[in-house]
């Protein structure tokens, strides 16, 4: 079955502002995620310029890549990025290379279900990894339900389609194709990612959801244990985030790691407060 990534945070259909409308590129400012991605960390960049600045010609590597926010705002010389969303490397790898989309790109239900019907022809039929899936793949997620990539059991992209007011669709990518070009990319799990020697890692995996039954993601405390001991037994400086639960904070702490909390931007909590979401920020070797 194929994994499952939770939904980006915010309403349903409001203006489409935060990772659009790029327009001309202003070099002072780095460029924003080009696609929705569920737990941006683009919020953290200013903090982590600071930890950056010292280490800034090492590679810089993201086991969980996501929306790559990170990896926009330091603008390392060189980097791995890995995620074990496929589709999601694929895009990145065709902006590496120069996309270019010339699918229709509306804001019209009917054509997201022509497009996602395509889409999914596209992963039936072996051709995930085409030009073409990848340009569907960024219409899809910049126009489907609140940025969703969610498969249902027979492995089709199901994601309803967003309602929004207004999408500024991007079809030349050149500028993240220019920041992009010292970065390799991989799709597999956190544990094969080939981490050399004082490699800089930032890992931001799934958030851990205390007192859940299910995983957010398919992403178990399985997963965050080994996640946290990988990273441990690494030589070089480590950044690992994730939402601060007591276990959380337990098991960084177990494996050596100095911890810190920040806040992150307010979300909606079931109370409907605005509550800022407490993030752990776990370091070594810095
Ligand atoms: C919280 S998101 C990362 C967000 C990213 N830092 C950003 O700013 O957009 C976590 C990512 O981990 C990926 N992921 C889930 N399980 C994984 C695994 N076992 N190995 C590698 N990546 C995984 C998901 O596909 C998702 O993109």
């Given at each position: 079955m194929r994994q499952t990534v939770a939904a980006v945070t915010g309403g349903k259909?409001?203006?489409?502002r935060a990772t659009g409308g790029?327009?001309?590129?202003?070099?002072t400012k780095t460029l924003k995620p080009p696609l929705k991605w569920a737990?941006?960390?683009?919020?953290q960049v200013p903090h982590l310029r600071r930890m950056w600045q010292a280490h800034r010609d090492r590679r810089l590597v993201e086991p969980f890549c996501g929306g790559i926010a990170v990896t926009l705002g330091l603008s390392p010389a060189h980097a791995l990025l890995n995620d074990a969303n496929p589709h999601l490397v694929n895009f990145y790898r065709w902006v590496q290379s120069g996309l270019h989309i010339d699918v229709e790109m509306e804001n019209d239900k009917s054509l997201y279900y022509r497009h996602r019907a395509r889409f999914n022809e596209l992963l039936e039929t072996g051709q995930e990894d085409s030009r073409e899936a990848a340009s569907l793949f960024y219409y899809l997620n910049r126009t489907g339900y609140n940025g969703l990539c969610r498969f249902n059991k027979g492995g089709e992209f199901n994601v309803p389609f967003g309602q929004y007011e207004r999408i500024h669709y991007l079809r030349d990518f050149d500028h993240y194709r220019t920041a992009l070009a010292g970065c390799t990319f991989t799709t597999t799990d956190?544990?094969?990612?080939?981490l050399e020697k004082g490699d800089f890692v930032y890992a931001d995996p799934p958030y851990d959801v205390e007192f859940r039954q299910y995983a957010r993601a398919g992403f178990s405390w399985r997963d965050q244990e080994r996640t946290a001991r990988w990273l441990a037994a690494h030589d070089g400086p480590v950044v690992l985030v994730n939402q601060a639960t007591g276990r959380i904070e337990s098991l960084y702490r177990s494996f050596g790691y100095d911890v810190s909390f920040a806040s992150g931007p307010r979300r909606i909590s079931c109370t409907g407060d605005r509550a800022p979401a407490r993030e752990i920020v776990a370091t070594r070797n810095m």
């Open positions: 259909g409001p203006p489409d790029q327009g001309p590129p202003d070099k737990g941006g960390k683009r919020w956190v544990e094969a990612v080939p």
